[in-house]
């Protein structure tokens, strides 16, 4: 499976838009892009999920460039409540919940 | 509530005891998925099943560790002789076999303390 890697952490305030970015050189032509956020003492809960251009959902937006060696998560008007690690995994679209996941984004967004 | 449900959420035990986790899927999903997690780390995989059969197993899963899907339903896992290292979050996922991507649904978590 593709290695990824994105940022420790980020800072945020609310009402801002916040856009993080995963690098995945490696990877491979049948590969889906999917993000997870997962809050303090939960389990990580699916977000949003893409193979190329543009997603997106009640939730956020994924965007994916052509060569598709890095995607972006876009958060709209973050609350306090969008503050959580957000991962960003890649992989076959068929491997169900066996999933890599990565050290991930921790977000704070601030009032 | 219909999702992934884990028990118990928090185990605290002594060192060289044997401790069991168990964690009712969402129903219809036929796929369950073990994991453990360190603090400040991503998840890691530990198993899966397939109904009741047990299709991958982790290198992380050492022999102390178990799991079982008797009926295709609930799952346990077991470690045994715990040491101070097991200390960690459990999550339990499920999803559907086909059709749904790598959409899973995880459990809360049983957050093991080994003293």
């Known amino acids: 499976l593709a290695k990824t890697t994105q940022p420790i952490s980020m800072d945020s305030y609310e009402g801002q838009e916040v856009n993080i970015t995963c690098s995945h050189n490696?990877?491979?032509?049948?590969?889906?892009i999917t993000w997870y956020q997962q809050f303090p003492s939960q389990g990580p809960r699916f977000i949003i999920q893409g193979y190329k251009t543009k997603v997106t959902n009640e939730v956020a937006s994924l965007f994916i460039p052509a060569d598709r060696k890095s995607s972006t998560l876009s958060l709209p008007r973050v609350s306090l409540s969008d503050t959580a690690v957000y991962y960003c995994l890649v992989g076959p679209y068929n491997q169900g919940g066996k999933l890599i996941f990565g050290q991930g984004t921790e977000l704070s967004v601030k009032p | 509530d219909t999702g992934v449900s884990q028990d118990p959420r928090h185990k605290i035990t002594k060192r060289g005891q044997n401790v069991t986790f168990r964690c009712d899927p969402i129903?219809?999903?036929?796929?369950l998925y073990w994991y453990r997690q360190t603090l400040g780390q991503g998840p890691e995989f530990l198993t899966y099943f397939q109904n009741e059969a047990q299709l991958e197993k982790s290198r992380l899963l050492s022999d102390r560790f178990s799991a079982e899907r008797p009926k295709g339903s609930f799952s346990t896992l077991e470690i045994q002789r715990t040491e101070q290292g097991d200390s960690a979050m459990y999550l339990c996922?499920?999803?559907?076999?086909?059709?749904?991507?790598?959409?899973?649904?995880f459990g809360q978590g049983t957050r093991l303390t080994v003293v």
């Open positions: 129903s219809e999903h036929n796929r």
């Open positions: 490696n990877i491979a032509t049948n590969d889906y």
């Open positions: 996922a499920s999803s559907l076999e086909v059709g749904t991507g790598t959409e899973a649904f």
